[in-house]
Nanobody
């Protein structure tokens, strides 16, 4: 199995910044290589939506709402992915989930989530 642990959430004022980090672990990596890593978020009463993903070789994909405010990066050797969030807005409030797949496999793995709250 894959374990994902997110850190870095919290309360910030509008216009502020946060940096989220997710670390993956598991004995399965003795056999498989990590595929895409990324972040989704879910606001109360809303569906989970894409924030950003980054492939193993650097291909990135961002949600439309990001508009240059967020940057995703990853360290393959450390099995870590980061999300630098700038110019935060109250509508960015939600639970941010780390996700990954093993290369060539379909199953999604999810972390427990970290709360991000942006006050106006």
């Amino acid at each position: 199995q894959v374990q994902l642990v997110e850190t870095g959430g919290g309360l910030v004022q509008a216009g502020g910044s946060l940096n989220l980090t997710c670390v993956a672990s598991g004995s399965i990596f003795n056999t498989y290589v990590m595929g895409p890593m990324g972040w989704y978020r879910q606001a109360p009463g809303q569906q989970r939506e894409l924030v950003a993903t980054r492939g193993r070789f650097g291909v990135t994909n961002y949600g439309d709402f990001v508009k240059g405010r967020f940057t995703i990066s990853r360290d393959n050797a450390k099995k870590m992915v980061h999300l630098q969030m700038n110019s935060l807005k109250p509508e960015d409030t939600g639970v941010y989930y780390c996700t990954t797949k093993l290369a060539g496999r379909d199953k999604d793995y999810w972390g427990q989530g970290t709360q991000v709250t942006v006050s106006s």
